[in-house]
């Protein structure tokens, strides 16, 4: 995708009218199809959830124009943009919704279009939070916070990690930064589990 | 009539950042005296960051672990995380609606030697405080008088969203009604259910830190000392960034995050330590003074 480039670097000029062309509608169907996608294009427009959503001031496009994107078919600005990451998944949009769209589930079903066709911004440092989560869930069955935020932080920017650690010896203070990994038992049970052919 | 005995699904925030909130409510629940069996070996629930990158799989995981509960013949499951709440009723709702999500989960399930998607029931403690104790009852087992200034009760979002039943979505009562019963003035506060970014604070700093900030700016104007939560990545976001608010907006902030387990648990003469009053980051010096270490000869209350 040419006109969003990666957050750093400083955007091209933008073209901001979309072409009919550059539109997939088929695209659109297969995503309405997908569980918890099911009213997609029942969609009023009414701008509820961008005025709901805490972090629609930072999105590129807010909730209402994602929409208005996917059920169009521009399926490359959907899947590039950093929207669907910054959303935190707080419902609030799909409570208020008039016509009781799930809008977080739409998000979180383009987020998994996005890292499947590796479209997410590079170096973002939410998608990568969400592949080592994965990772290190898969491999142990547990998460672990201080694992976590140092892989996230060395695989996006390293120098970050000073500005942690004023947070980091506040937790270890108070004994609330755990630096073991724990690792279920039936790991192997979850794996098979995980492994099942017709999930995958 | 014996009570009933709970799963307990701790979730991996309680066993990190979040320890304060196992220890509180392993002691609330110890002092009315409801008994908690935590599931063994239970896993992730596969909550936001794993649903991003494959859906049936965070069902999976969630699904282990209610098959786990159901394996050691438990019919409530209390997860005290908004997050693992939201998740495995999340996994209920979706194999309930679609046919074909809930066929591949009893296959992975059938794969690995675990009883098949039954039903049981995933409840916040929140819920069963006031649906199963109910708030009359705490009320009359309270033993110490709140010494601390007004609360303002943060409920976070997903505690009460579309999968939810621990309260009403929009404007949620029941934790204000719980600290009232033992005496704890609540505040107006409307931004109840706003959300705190979550997992923001760690991946977009600047973002997530400024959520929290309008969090706790109206509750101070509305007049509270302290905020209470259900949640151990809102406590963490609350707490956690208070220094860093004060420097970079000049304001004066001190505001101790409690979880609701914490009050409670004190109000029914828990011991300070048990109750993980010790961890806080912000707010130490009210902390130290609401809740003192010898506190004086315990008086009835009401």
Known sequence: MKTLRAFWLRPELRRKMKFQR??????AKHVAARPGCEGLFSCLQCGTCSGTCPLSIYMDFAPRRIIALVREGFREDALSCQTIWLCASCYACAVHCPRQIHITDVMYSLKREAVQHKLYPRRFPIPVLAQEFYKIVSRSGRSAEFWLVLRMALRTNPFQLFTMIGTGWQLIRTGRLKLGRERIEGVHQLQRELADKEVA | MTPPVYGYYPGCSVRGTGAAYEESLLTLFRLLDLPLEE???????????????????????SARNLALARQAGLKEVV??????YLGLRKTQDYTERYPEIARKVRHALAAANLPSLDSVKVRHPLEVLFADVKPEQIRSKVVRHWRGGRVACYYGCQLVRPFAEADRAHDPTRMDDL???????????????????????????GVGVRLNYILLKEAARKGAEAIATACPLCQYNLDAYQAE????????????????????GWALGGDAKALGLGRAISGRRFITEWFPK????????V
Not at chain 2, 79 to 84: L, R
Not at chain 2, 246 to 259: H, N, S
Request: with cysteine; hydrophobic share 40%; proline share 6%.
């Open chain 2, 179 to 205: 600290l009232r019963a033992v005496g704890v003035p609540t505040v107006d506060y409307a931004l109840k259910t706003k959300c705190c970014g979550g997992a923001l604070t760690g991946t977009i700093h």
């Open chain 2, 39 to 61: 599931l063994k070996d239970w896993n992730c629930c596969g909550a936001t960051s794993y649903m991003c990158i494959d859906e049936e799989q965070a069902f999976l995981l």
């Open chain 1, 22 to 27: 550059e539109a997939d509608p088929e695209w």
């Open chain 2, 245 to 264: 608010i004060r420097r970079e907006a000049g304001e004066v902030m001190d505001m101790p995050i409690l979880y609701f387990t914490q009050i409670l």
């Open chain 2, 79 to 84: 997860a005290p995380c908004s997050a693992c």
């Open chain 2, 294 to 301: 010898h506190p004086e000869a315990v008086e009835k209350y």
